[in-house]
């Protein structure tokens, strides 16, 4: 079995894809989405059994190592979320805006009487 050290001279010396990221959260199914490892149907017991991977085809090796994973009932990284979050905070923002501005046009048109009733 080939060392830590080795893998990374090999993958650096002729890989085709590297994600070499430690605090970057991954969906699994991205990971393993162009790999044999496809094919895996009980994902949660597999990374718990399984920190580093090697696996081949007819093309490609594929070394896949897990330094930390989440089970989807579990609570997700604020980093793996924080795009969502800020999406639905600037949604929430937009439509308390939209209905101060609406309630706002009322009041005005109220005043000066500039509305019609249907």
Same mark, same amino acid.
């Given at each position: 079995?080939?060392?830590?050290?080795?893998? &990374? *001279?090999?993958?650096?010396?002729?890989?085709?894809?590297? *994600?070499?990221?430690? %605090?970057?959260? /991954?969906?699994? @199914?991205?990971? /393993?989405?162009? #790999?044999?490892? /496809?094919?895996?149907?009980?994902? +949660?017991?597999?990374? !718990?059994?399984?920190?580093?991977?090697? #696996? +081949? @085809?007819? +093309?490609?090796?594929?070394?896949?190592?897990?330094?930390?994973?989440?089970? +989807? @009932?579990? =609570?997700?990284?604020?980093?793996?979320?924080?795009?969502?979050? %800020?999406? =639905?905070?600037? &949604?929430? !923002? !937009?439509?308390?805006?939209?209905?101060?501005?609406?309630?706002?046009?009322?009041?005005?048109? !109220? %005043? &000066? &009487?500039?509305?019609?009733?249907?």
């Amino acid at each position: 079995m080939l060392t830590w050290k080795k893998y &990374n *001279h090999i993958a650096t010396a002729s890989l085709r894809s590297l *994600h070499w990221e430690t %605090e970057l959260w /991954i969906n699994f @199914d991205e990971v /393993i989405s162009n #790999t044999p490892l /496809i094919s895996v149907q009980e994902k +949660s017991e597999f990374l !718990k059994n399984n920190s580093f991977v090697e #696996t +081949s @085809d007819s +093309s490609y090796y594929y070394f896949i190592r897990v330094l930390d994973y989440k089970i +989807s @009932d579990q =609570i997700a990284p604020l980093t793996y979320i924080k795009d969502d979050i %800020e999406s =639905i905070l600037i &949604n929430k !923002k !937009k439509v308390e805006l939209r209905k101060e501005l609406e309630e706002e046009v009322y009041k005005v048109a !109220k %005043e &000066n &009487n500039e509305f019609e009733i249907y």
